[in-house]
């Protein structure tokens, strides 16, 4: 005996750029980059058990969607538009009860006096997940990730259990270097009255000084010291997620050259590499539900 286990469909990778001319403070344009992605779940077990379709909104017709409120909605933050548009959906089909949204933004900086010349900034991707749910409501959680970092020095790593297989020596001054994947969920009654652009660019600095500005002894303390941080500096949020790969730097071994090495010349593995990740919540953060999901 068989049946049908949870399931969800929608449209990957939607590529909108959308230019709002003149829309900068400075009468420049500004740019919104996106890749966005729907998932659809609610009334859909015909479709599967039977191939009737009558419930099933194209993936096409979602598509379509999104380069219509793209239009509609100007270049809005995109938490804002991710809550349009799955609100859209399970508003207006009936089987829908629950739409996952989510956004990846690259970022665009203008160049020159003209307005509208730009160059791609390349520094991170700009994250965004949203579920829309009839009976739970929304769930936001922004973020980010590709966002690398380098202290040359400030940290240590040493005091750890050895085994037979242990060949890594004990340091008190090494590179600490990683590239942030960073998640942060807001409240339910935070969402409404979000400034999605002031939290983003709020959340960003912080891991940033954070980063920069703490001693560390394993790179998990500096994923707690990022994640409190956040806590206490952007508003509305009471859960932090984060994935800091360890990106290895080695000192290269200069003696057979006959020069000295004091802690100049480096390696930059590539792979394996050491992957921390971990989650920080405020005291009274609420059953996540729905919203990593």
Same mark, same amino acid.
């Given at each position: 005996?068989?049946?049908?286990?949870?399931?969800?469909?929608?449209?990957?990778?939607?590529?909108?750029?959308?230019?709002?001319?003149?829309?900068?403070?400075?009468?420049?344009?500004?740019?919104?980059?996106?890749?966005?992605?729907?998932?659809?779940?609610?009334?859909?077990?015909?479709?599967?058990?039977?191939?009737?379709?009558?419930?099933?909104?194209?993936?096409?017709?979602?598509?379509?969607?999104?380069?219509?409120?793209?239009?509609?909605?100007?270049?809005?933050?995109?938490?804002?538009?991710?809550?349009?548009?799955?609100?859209?959906?399970?508003?207006?089909?009936?089987?829908?009860?629950?739409?996952?949204?989510?956004?990846?933004?690259?970022?665009?900086?203008?160049?020159?006096?003209?307005?509208?010349?730009?160059?791609?900034?390349?520094?991170?991707?700009?994250?965004?997940?949203?579920?829309?749910?009839?009976?739970?409501?929304?769930?936001?959680?922004?973020?980010?990730?590709?966002? !690398?970092?380098?202290?040359?020095?400030?940290?240590?790593?040493?005091g750890y259990p050895k085994d037979p297989y242990t060949t890594l020596p004990e340091t008190k001054d090494r590179i600490l270097a990683t590239s942030v994947t960073a998640s942060w969920r807001f409240r339910g009654n935070a969402i409404e009255s979000a400034d999605w652009a002031?939290?983003?660019?709020?959340?960003?600095?912080?891991?940033?000084?954070?980063?920069?500005?703490?001693?560390?002894?394993?790179?998990?303390?500096?994923?707690?010291?990022?994640?409190?941080?956040?806590?206490? !500096?952007?508003?509305?949020?009471?859960?932090?997620?984060?994935?800091?790969?360890?990106?290895?730097?080695?000192?290269?071994?200069?003696?057979?050259?006959?020069?000295?090495?004091?802690?100049?010349?480096?390696?930059?593995?590539?792979?394996?590499?050491?992957?921390?990740?971990?989650?920080?919540?405020?005291?009274?953060?609420?059953?996540?539900?729905?919203?990593?999901?």
């Open positions: 005996m068989v049946q049908l286990g949870a399931n969800r469909y929608g449209k990957a990778e939607v590529r909108v750029v959308r230019v709002a001319r003149g829309a900068a403070a400075d009468g420049g344009d500004v740019i919104r980059d996106w890749n966005v992605s729907t998932s659809l779940s609610g009334d859909l077990a015909d479709s599967h058990l039977t191939g009737d379709n009558a419930k099933v909104l194209p993936t096409d017709s979602q598509k379509n969607k999104v380069y219509a409120l793209a239009k509609e909605l100007g270049a809005v933050e995109p938490e804002e538009f991710a809550l349009a548009l799955g609100r859209f959906f399970v508003s207006s089909q009936e089987p829908i009860t629950r739409a996952r949204i989510s956004v990846e933004e690259y970022g665009w900086t203008p160049i020159g006096a003209t307005g509208y010349s730009f160059a791609r900034t390349g520094d991170l991707v700009r994250t965004t997940t949203v579920i829309v749910d009839s009976a739970a409501g929304p769930s936001v959680v922004s973020g980010l990730r590709d966002l !690398v970092v380098l202290n040359t020095t400030g940290s240590e790593f040493w002031v939290a983003f660019a709020a959340a960003r600095t912080t891991i940033l000084e954070t980063f920069a500005g703490t001693y560390t002894y394993s790179l998990q303390q500096m994923l707690y010291a990022i994640g409190s941080t956040l806590l206490d !500096v952007v508003a509305g949020i009471c859960e932090v997620r984060l994935a800091l790969p360890n990106k290895h730097h080695y000192i290269v071994d200069l003696a057979p050259f006959g020069l000295e090495n004091d802690r100049e010349v480096y390696l930059a593995g590539d792979r394996p590499y050491g992957l921390i990740e971990g989650s920080v919540l405020a005291d009274d953060a609420p059953d996540p539900g729905l919203a990593w999901t």
